[in-house]
């Protein structure tokens, strides 16, 4: 197959037609072990909030860097939060020909969790004299969470699980982080937006503009293009959701190359699981098609909290974190 398979979401909005429900999840199950991605049409995000988040994405890069270094990383502590300038990104051991604005669900100081000092929360960081950033971002992220939730209802069912499973579960209170991606146009070659690799999380939802770019590798090596399909979101299971099935849903490497001439702009959404939850592996039978990990990686190793998974993984680029456990933030 050249192409991924593209989903209807829009029942598990509703949750009103009991065939159409049942039919949308399994073709939902039968893409996340077979693909580990596929495109989301009928998610609820409409037109016009796209634009908004695309016309003030383009505002925020066209700044000066001096501008957009005022709310840099290093401004936003442990929560993680902030710009950083092209080539700042390491993928696969290599700088990324891409810049980017680290965002997610705004909480203040009064919040619990980050009164107990947990890591990836907190406050996002926004630049002066751009409010409509601040307003499409959270109109956007409100409205690709709901999505998000349609979805995971969608996952719970193709696993023979109930509809709420997660959402009384481990994503009671998921962990949100948001990014907005710039690509700028030319390179040498064999510059990659992004390189080689696999999402940590749960699940991704990515929003991208016009322009293209990403590809995902298929269970034969091969590497499937993922041109943007009008405003259709494209769905990817991660790293977590593998765990979790133990390989029945596959999390692919994917990576960017953006050869367009153009600036290129994405907008993913990491919906992943409750920082202090539990991970264990989820109450289903064992699958008889495991596909070996694109890394070598053991997908039998769930366990522990979330957010001692993540910062784990985090911990690896940015150094704050390193060898922390969530105890270390809560007493």
Not at 29 to 51: C, K, P, Q, T, V
Request: aromatic share 10%; net charge negative.
């Amino acid at each position: 197959m050249t192409a991924l398979p593209v989903i209807d979401i829009g029942p598990l909005l509703t949750m009103d037609d009991a065939a159409a429900i049942e039919h949308t999840a399994a073709t939902i199950g039968a893409a996340s072990a077979d693909y580990g991605f596929f495109y989301a049409e009928g998610h609820g995000i409409a037109d016009a909030l796209f634009e908004r988040l695309e016309a003030a994405s383009h505002a925020f890069f066209a700044l000066s860097e001096a501008e957009k270094a005022r709310i840099a990383m290093v401004h936003g502590g442990t929560a993680w939060r902030g710009w950083f300038p092209l080539g700042g990104e390491l993928t696969s051991g290599r700088p990324d020909r891409k810049e980017g604005l680290y965002l997610g669900e705004e909480l203040g100081a009064g919040d619990p969790r980050v009164a107990a000092g947990w890591p990836l929360h907190g406050p996002n960081l926004w630049p002066e004299g751009l409010p409509e950033l601040r307003g499409a971002v959270e109109d956007y992220l409100a409205a690709t969470v709901a999505a998000a939730e349609a979805l995971m209802r969608g996952m719970a069912l193709a696993l023979d699980l109930a509809a709420d499973h997660f959402a009384t579960g481990i994503t009671r209170h998921p962990t949100l982080l948001f990014r907005i991606f710039h690509y700028p146009p030319g390179g040498a070659a064999d510059d990659l937006g992004v390189g080689e690799h696999s999402d940590y999380g749960l699940l991704t939802l990515l929003g991208q503009d016009a322009h293209g770019g990403l590809e995902v590798r298929a269970a034969d090596g091969s590497w499937i293009a993922v041109p943007p399909r009008g405003r259709a979101l494209v769905v990817n299971i991660g790293d977590m959701f593998e765990r979790l099935t133990r390989g029945r849903f596959r999390s692919a490497p994917h990576r960017v190359i953006n050869a367009s001439g153009r600036e290129r702009l994405s907008w993913p959404l990491f919906y992943d699981p409750d920082f202090a939850a539990s991970v264990d592996p989820l109450p289903i039978p064992a699958t008889t098609r495991l596909l070996p990990r694109w890394d070598g990686g053991d997908v039998h190793g769930a366990g522990g909290t979330y957010g001692e998974y993540l910062i784990g993984k985090v911990g690896k680029v940015f150094p704050e974190l390193a060898g922390k456990a969530l105890g270390d933030f809560t007493q």
